[in-house]
């Protein structure tokens, strides 16, 4: 799954910056962010629905029998439908896939020179704020379950305060990003993030609920500044390479942060990884705060 994932997300989220106009950029990933909240919100209560009637081994077989074939129709669009946003002089063969891939690697590394500052800065504190997630990720369920004593059939119910609000907030705040600089939504983000974080260690189930509103405010925030500030400073045939190195880098300090949350989870403390996924967003801010540039002119 991690193979495949990393080889289309690249080129399909540059396939997405490609057509889409600079000064529609966040709507563009607003509607993007719509799509997928909308078409995700009915799965917590199809997930406790299953759970409920089928138990956690029936349920979970069933849950991924509706995965394969929703992965099989998404294969079929983007196989059939997507038109391709750059021409290429020549067609690459799967025989070369492992040939070419440390030259892959090293142009992935080496693209930070063809690019503005202001995108490597953007890209590490989004990163960072990555790596955060990822220590506390695997546990929200279980922290919400066991240590807050909420009933395992609402715990989904409540995880589609998520789409929901994403559902809600898209299309205004990629108007927003449109209008004025991209940077404010994305460091808003950091700090809804942390917010929320605190709101859930320390919650009780309506505590839960406000967190994961403002987990969906801040995604929705992510998605449509960060994801339209990159667009603008990277230009189209180095996006697939920028998109590379931000996957490439961030599964490693994501399998990173799964590894540390787990440990400290289990040997230290159940909140402690939420404090440090807390501490994480300090960085994120001031890199972007601090060092992040709009363009005067955005790339196409």
């Not at 196989?79 to 892959?104: C, G, M, N, Q």
């Amino acid at each position: 799954m991690a193979i495949f994932n990393s080889t289309y997300q690249p080129a399909l989220m540059a396939m997405i910056a490609d057509s889409l106009p600079p000064e529609k950029r966040g709507m563009g990933f607003g509607i993007v962010t719509l799509i997928g909240s909308a078409s995700t919100t009915p799965a917590p209560i199809v997930a406790a629905l299953l759970y409920s009637n089928f138990g956690l081994i029936k349920g979970m077989s069933i849950g991924y029998g509706i995965v394969v074939a929703f992965f099989l129709a998404a294969a079929f669009l983007r196989v059939f439908r997507l038109k391709e946003t750059v021409k290429v002089t020549e067609r690459p063969h799967i025989s070369d896939l492992w040939k070419s891939y440390p030259i892959a690697v090293k142009e992935n590394f080496g693209v930070w020179k063809k690019v503005p500052k202001s995108l490597f800065y953007l890209v590490w504190a989004l990163i960072i704020v990555q790596l955060g997630f990822s220590v506390v990720m695997l546990f929200f369920p279980v922290y919400a379950v066991r240590d807050l004593l909420i009933e395992e059939a609402i715990w989904p119910i409540l995880t589609a305060a998520v789409p929901i609000t994403t559902i809600i907030f898209s299309i205004p705040i990629g108007k927003i990003v449109d209008k004025m600089n991209r940077k404010i939504p994305t460091l808003v983000a950091f700090v809804l993030f942390a917010i929320s974080m605190w709101l859930f260690v320390h919650g009780n189930i309506w505590l839960v609920v406000i967190s994961l509103i403002l987990v969906g405010a801040a995604m929705v925030m992510m998605n449509t500044g960060a994801g339209a500030l990159m667009a603008d400073l990277t230009p189209k045939m180095e996006r697939g390479k920028v998109n590379a190195f931000m996957n490439f880098t961030g599964f490693i300090f994501m399998a990173l942060g799964n590894f540390i949350g787990g440990f400290l989870y289990e040997h230290v403390s159940h909140m402690l990884p939420f404090y440090i996924a807390i501490a994480l967003v300090i960085p994120s801010f001031i890199l972007t705060l601090a060092l992040v540039k709009e363009p005067e002119k955005r790339e196409e």
